[in-house]
């Protein structure tokens, strides 16, 4: 039975009577008694849509089942009144009844043009349900109060062990503010073909900065910082916010943190609930009595509570402690991105929307991305991204020497800073080769055009070299190059530096910051080795560069390092694993 044999469909246009369901993503025939409907032709079970899934008005944003579609356009009656024929015309001669295929093209236009007018007013209807449901936290400037295009961007995931949320009264810590129990700072490269998941453990010892953070009534409280604590209480104690957590992973990796994402007990319900459960693989059984986790060897579908015990349950892989533990929310978090980005998620408009609503339901962020607009542009970039080209890793450890019994861990700086400088300087875990590639290419390129350019851009710095490093003569190799190469004949070899430093920094008055960038961008220094003062230089005072044990040789670039760190607990998110 087509639309023309229900009701009296002489008075309304068939095509006008199709309305998008944002519930199901599916356009939906309304018959409504408005529209002249006569009570023996209506759908069995009133109410009812025609896919069966429940009324207009229980859909975000709908105003119920009687409202008319916007624009319905209305057929004349064929006699009587003013638009009958008119007088002593005689009967009206019957027009050409229209093919069948003439006929299907007219109704088929008639709902493609409806469905532009109401699938806009379905987005605007989202848009508000959505926007409603999310909430903000103002971090203080803590962020960088923005993401552009064309720039790397840094998303600090947090999941807190708050009792929030039904259900979860037996999780976390009874009374707790929450900590930051999973950290996971989510690097995307600059253009968006690879990205980085650094898992940053709870238990390690780390200094907490100072913490502007937003009260109530508007004003700003500023919370000292503590030396030598664990990462997990930059959250939640003390008055701590997210933007507190940012400033700590910004001083321990050196990366600028551009937004946040908070999660609680609830969203990993939720979220693998929406997408339908999140597929998991274990090498043997577990039956864990906390966490009460209860799987088969070999692959599962989880959601809910099976999931968030899954990803939280110490005892049953490894060696129990809680860097086994990122292990597993590693690969539980490789398998979610795949079945998000997988064809039975992106083809469903309910499981779609089902994860557009659980996400603004379950996630806190920072006012910057406060929006479902700018949430929708930032999943665009992320979106971008193939599950191949991201790598998850840990920041490298090793057990706290101060303690007998080994609960907390430290920093493995020799190869933690490798791995920070390799997230600094943009370079994917993923194309280690290509990127140096790149880089060194880049790097010709400056020095190329700083030699086709005007002399005076180069001779205009001013700069003293130490030698800090463990090379003997690095301090005039680099002299000889600047002034032979580069063109910066202002540049003065002071021999050995009063120390040896780890380090290369150049260390610059405010008013010499342009010779800074140009001495900069010359010899590829990062961004850390720069080094501000407060006090400008007067006369012909020169900047000071002090070469560190990081020189590698004089115009050889120090951003990013030669390989990938060894060691380093890494996760492809296009790969299946098994827990063990």
């Known amino acids: 039975m087509d639309a023309h044999s229900r009701g009296r469909a002489e008075e309304i246009d068939p095509a006008d009577q199709w309305v998008l369901n944002p519930q199901t993503g599916s356009y939906e025939l309304r018959l409504d008694h408005s529209a002249g409907q006569s009570p023996a032709s209506r759908p069995r079970g009133a109410g009812a849509t025609a896919s069966g899934r429940g009324r207009t008005s229980d859909v975000p944003g709908s105003r119920g089942r009687s409202a008319e579609v916007p624009g ?307 999943a665009q970039e992320l979106g971008k991204i193939d599950p191949k080209n991201i790598t998850f890793a840990t920041v490298p450890v090793v057990d ?28 994917s875990l993923t194309e280690v080769k290509k990127k140096e590639q790149d880089a060194k290419n880049a790097q010709a390129s400056a020095q190329a055009a700083l030699l086709a350019g005007p002399r005076s851009t180069a001779s205009a710095v001013r700069v003293d070299v130490y030698n800090g490093s463990d090379t003997r003569g690095a301090a005039q190799s680099t002299i000889n190059w600047l002034q032979n190469d580069m063109g910066v004949s202002r540049s003065t070899n002071k021999s050995n530096a009063p120390a040896k430093v780890a380090k290369t920094t150049l260390e610059y008055a405010p008013n010499q910051a342009d010779q800074a960038r140009k001495l900069a961008d010359m010899m590829g220094l990062p961004a850390t080795a720069l080094k501000p003062g407060k006090v400008n230089a007067e006369g012909l005072q020169a900047m000071t560069l002090t070469l560190g044990a990081d020189f590698k040789g004089a115009g050889v670039p120090l951003t990013g390092p030669a390989k990938a760190p060894e060691g380093v607990q890494k996760v492809e998110a296009d790969k299946q694993v098994c827990a063990k």
């Open 72 to 378: 319905q356009r209305r057929r004349r009656p064929s006699g009587g009144g003013s638009d009958g024929p008119p007088p002593g015309s005689g009967r009206r001669k019957r027009k050409p009844q229209k093919s069948r295929k003439k006929k299907v093209l007219l109704w088929t236009g008639g709902v493609t043009a409806l469905a532009v007018v109401a699938g806009a007013i379905g987005v605007y209807a989202l848009y508000e349900h959505f926007d409603g449901n999310i909430q903000t936290v103002d971090i203080a400037g803590a962020g960088s109060g923005g993401f552009k295009k064309d720039q790397p961007v840094n998303i600090l995931v947090i999941g807190t062990d708050k009792r929030t949320g039904d259900g979860n009264g037996g999780y976390g810590d009874k009374n707790s503010p929450g900590h930051a129990d999973t950290t996971i700072l989510f690097h995307v490269s600059k253009d968006r073909t690879n990205a980085t998941a650094l898992s940053i453990p709870r238990d390690m010892i780390t200094d907490i900065p100072d913490c502007p953070t937003k009260q109530p009534d508007g004003s700003t409280k500023t919370i000292p910082g503590q030396r030598g604590q664990r990462f997990n209480v930059s959250l939640g104690q003390s008055g701590r916010d997210p933007g507190c957590t940012m400033r700590t992973v910004k001083e321990l990796t050196g990366l600028q943190v551009d937004h946040f994402m908070m999660a609680d007990f609830n969203a990993v319900k939720e979220l693998t609930t929406a997408v339908g459960g999140v597929k998991v693989c274990l090498a043997k059984p577990v039956d864990d009595e906390k966490s009460h986790l209860k799987l088969p060897a070999g692959e599962s579908i989880i959601q809910g509570e099976q999931a968030l015990a899954f990803v939280r349950t110490r005892s049953s892989f490894g060696n129990k402690s809680d860097l086994d533990r990122i292990k597993i929310q590693q690969q539980f978090l490789s398998s979610m991105i795949r079945q998000m980005k997988s064809s039975e998620t992106l083809t469903s408009p309910a499981k779609m929307y089902g994860l557009a609503d659980a996400a603004t339901k379950a996630l806190t962020v920072d006012s910057g991305i406060g929006s479902i607009k700018m949430l929708t542009s930032l």
């Open 400 to 427: 706290n020497p101060a303690e007998k019994v080994k609960a907390t861990v430290v920093l493995d700086e020799s190869k933690s800073e490798p791995l920070f400088a390799m997230m600094r300087s943009d370079t």
